[in-house]
């Protein structure tokens, strides 16, 4: 593998692309419990519908310029003028419907604070009550769990746009509620890190 030390080849996903690889290394699985932390993965994993995520991780930092830095009331107060501004920023997925889904649902955050749970509990509270065994291969990880569908209605039902089953996998996976680290991952041998040293804006 190219731009990383010897005893982190053979990820389960990320090899040879130094971006890819840091973000398997040291987010992927790592659990994100922060507000912000979580609005920003499921807005990211609802623009990677239908494209790869390396096309993501390579506009990220474009789509946190575009979406002040994914603070929920920031993107909350977006009016007509950001949702033109963000059609026309070449440097994030141009997609009306994901932008429009990105800004309900940056009120869909806001507006969970006055009710009995807010981003982070109503996330959390969907994570599996045991962790599942390292799978040997990727065709045994799952891209849907009775989980991530009751996720995605508990979501729907706050206001969120773009956030089906696979998607709400994904964000599970994305912010660490399950670990789909093969079993053969090299990860899986690394000491733990704080999600909060590894997300550096």
């Known amino acids: 593998m190219t731009g990383a030390a010897a005893p982190h080849a053979g990820r389960c996903f990320g090899?040879?692309?130094?971006?890819?690889?840091?973000?398997?290394?040291?987010?992927?699985?790592?659990?994100?419990?922060d507000e912000t932390g979580l609005f920003e993965r499921l807005?990211?994993?609802?623009?990677?519908?239908g494209l790869a995520w390396i096309t993501i991780l390579r506009k990220r930092e474009a789509f946190r310029a575009a979406f002040a830095?994914?603070?929920?009331?920031?993107?909350?107060?977006?009016?007509?003028?950001?949702?033109?501004?963000?059609?026309?920023?070449?440097?994030i997925v141009r997609n009306r419907l994901k932008i429009e889904a990105a800004i309900a649902n940056a009120r869909a955050t806001v507006a969970l604070r006055?009710?009995?749970r807010d981003l982070p509990a109503l996330v959390w509270a969907h994570a599996p009550p045991t962790?599942?065994?390292p799978r040997e291969r990727w065709a045994d990880v799952?891209?849907?769990?009775?989980?991530?569908?009751?996720?995605?209605?508990?979501?729907?039902?706050?206001?969120?746009?773009?956030?089906?089953?696979?998607?709400?996998?994904?964000?599970m996976q994305a912010c660490g509620l399950v670990d789909d680290h093969l079993?053969?991952?090299p990860v899986r041998a690394l000491p733990s890190e704080p999600a909060a040293q590894l997300d550096q804006r």
């Open 15 to 33: 090899d040879g692309d130094p971006l890819y690889e840091a973000y398997h290394d040291h987010e992927w699985g790592v659990p994100v419990r």
């Open 43 to 49: 807005c990211l994993e609802a623009f990677q519908s």
């Open 69 to 91: 830095g994914f603070d929920p009331d920031a993107v909350a107060r977006f009016g007509p003028r950001d949702r033109e501004r963000l059609m026309a920023d070449a440097g």
């Open 114 to 116: 006055d009710g009995p």
């Open 131 to 133: 962790p599942a065994p």
């Open 142 to 171: 799952p891209a849907v769990t009775p989980e991530s569908v009751a996720l995605a209605k508990a979501l729907k039902a706050a206001g969120f746009r773009f956030v089906g089953p696979t998607t709400a996998y994904a964000t």
């Open 183 to 185: 079993a053969s991952c």
